[in-house]
């Protein structure tokens, strides 16, 4: 099988793609945002609850996407819960620049992360929109 | 079959394109014609020319290059003329694409023949070019938009479409072919508008390069197209409208090339074609489409016809035999395209899946979004076919779509 579709589909996307983790709606929430991918017609809808300390408490999304949308938004989540938002605005941009192709200069991610699983994307130009949706959505929640 | 395999032959040679190696190494296999067509040698070499030896704006100056751009690009306006068998040149505007036809009618339409309250009828199978024009009436100025429901065959609803009609039904806008199914509009649908009396306007994006149009006999009152889609360049559309209705509705943008006579004080307007033709077109553009045309009639529409609708029944036939593949649309004739879905993969991930194969196939929501809802689906796969493809192309499609499915379902 050709490296692109192995790096880029490695087995951690394959299966959160299939069962996404933390899927649902977060109640109580008090952030949420809707995420949409306008080229294809993907959606999500991000929930999660900030508490007094900013931390992450809890975190969740619905939608509908391909496997990488999916799996984005679901190891998403379970990055981001427990976080400080702060910690989490850095992941947001180290995620970024690693799907970008551009994994030099990352500040909070290293390997040994399952983010790190969907640095194929970047072999894949027209796909980088599915892998940052769920967390434009979340810095969108942030700003909101 | 020999016939195609012939056919193939022939042309294949003229596409430069298809001789590139994907990743290096894959043989490019390009089943994405219906977003935009590969371009033929003799485009891509008189496009050149023209910026070489002839190039300089049109209709505006008495020097030679300005007589040679104008030639072309008139002699250009010939050849769609007689591509759709219009009455006269000044039936021919030259937009920037088929969106620009649609977005040129429902504005100069609506200021001419219609008020709030006045209603037009479209369909759900419509691409968003042909819906959004149309919103804007809706939105800015009250007109009432009807939507003619489809059947499972990928269809118009004949009888649902007649019902639409009122005495305040102006304008009927329809897709000639639709981008998803690859079905043809029943021509019952213009006959019903002729009986009525209401004009209608075809989004021919899809048929102008796969069927033999004559506006006449189709009997149609516009007719939109894009040159990108019929092997010629992007950036030049044509607009076919009676003349009656062009010369009764008002001009679409103001500028230069569009006007008789200029004070301070107002303008008169050109005649046709002109009046529609605001500014500095793209006339290499149109020269390149003009050559497009002369690619298309040099092959013969008989031959692309019966290339194309073999090359998609042999698909269609493939497709249909395996399992885990969903064909929307049910299972009547098809011109050059196909939609379907692999069962519980992705479109998305069957297009990323099949490009490091060298496969180029459209996956999304294809512009029609009311539509992909109304099939209870958020994306579709699509392969669309041109005069270079082959039995062939399609044979290592199917191979590698059965690789795909191994892979997503491992
Ligand atoms: C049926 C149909 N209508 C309209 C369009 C819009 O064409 P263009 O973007 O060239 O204006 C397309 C192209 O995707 C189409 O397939």
Known sequence: MNDLINDLYQEIILDHGREPRNFG??????????????????????TFLLNDQNIIEDIKFTGEG??????????????????????????????????????????????????????GVGGFPMRVKCATMAWHAFNQALKD | MDNSKTLNLNVRKDFPILSKKILEKKDLIYFDTAA???????????????YKNHYSNVSRGVHTLSVE?????????????????????????????????????????????????????????????????????????G????????????????????????????????????NVFGTELNEKAISICKDKNIPILLDGCQSAAHLKIDVQKLGCDFFVFSGHKTYGPAGIGVLYGTENLLSEMPPYQGGGGMIGDVS??????????????????????????????????????????????????????KLNEIDFIEIHGGDNKRNSIISFNIKNVHSHEVSSFLDVEGIAIRAGHHCCQPLMKHLGVNSTARLSFGVYNSLEEVDKFVIALHKCKEFFNK
């Not at chain 1, 938004?73 to 819960?81: H, Q, V």
């Not at chain 2, 070499?45 to 023209?50: G, H, L, M, Y």
């Not at chain 2, 009807?146 to 009927?172: C, M, R, W, Y």
């Open chain 1, 66 to 119: 391909c496997a990488i949308s999916l799996a984005s938004a679901s190891l998403m989540t379970e990055k981001l819960k427990g976080k400080k938002i702060e910690v989490a605005e850095e992941i947001f941009k180290d995620f970024t620049n690693l799907v970008s192709g551009s994994d030099e200069d990352l500040k909070v991610l290293n390997e040994e992360d399952s983010l790190y699983a969907l640095k």
């Open chain 2, 69 to 141: 751009s104008t030639f072309r690009y008139e002699d250009a306006r010939k050849k769609v003329q007689k591509f759709l068998n219009a009455r006269s040149e000044n039936e021919i505007i030259f937009t920037k694409s088929a969106t620009e036809g649609i977005n040129l009618v429902a504005q100069t339409f609506y200021e001419k023949f219609m008020q709030k309250g006045d209603e037009v009828i479209l369909s759900l199978i419509e691409h968003h070019s042909n819906l959004i024009p149309w919103f804007f009436l809706r939105d800015k100025y």
């Open chain 2, 143 to 178: 007109v009432v938009l009807k939507f003619a429901n489809i059947q499972t065959s990928g269809e118009i609803d004949i009888d649902h479409f007649n019902s639409l009609f009122t005495n305040k039904t102006k304008i009927v806008s329809l897709t000639h072919l639709s």
């Open chain 1, 25 to 46: 709606e977060c109640e109580p929430h008090n952030k949420s945002a809707d995420g949409h991918n306008p080229l294809c017609g993907d959606n999500l809808k991000l």
């Open chain 2, 36 to 50: 935009s067509a590969q371009k033929p040698n003799t485009v891509i070499n008189e496009t050149n020319d023209f």
């Open chain 2, 264 to 317: 301070l004080e107002g303008a008169s307007y050109a005649e046709l074609p002109a009046k529609y033709e605001a500014g500095t077109p793209p006339l290499v553009e149109a020269h390149g489409l003009g050559i497009a045309i002369d690619y298309m009639n040099k092959i013969g529409f008989d031959n692309i016809i019966e290339h194309e609708n073999e090359i998609t029944k042999y698909a269609f036939n």
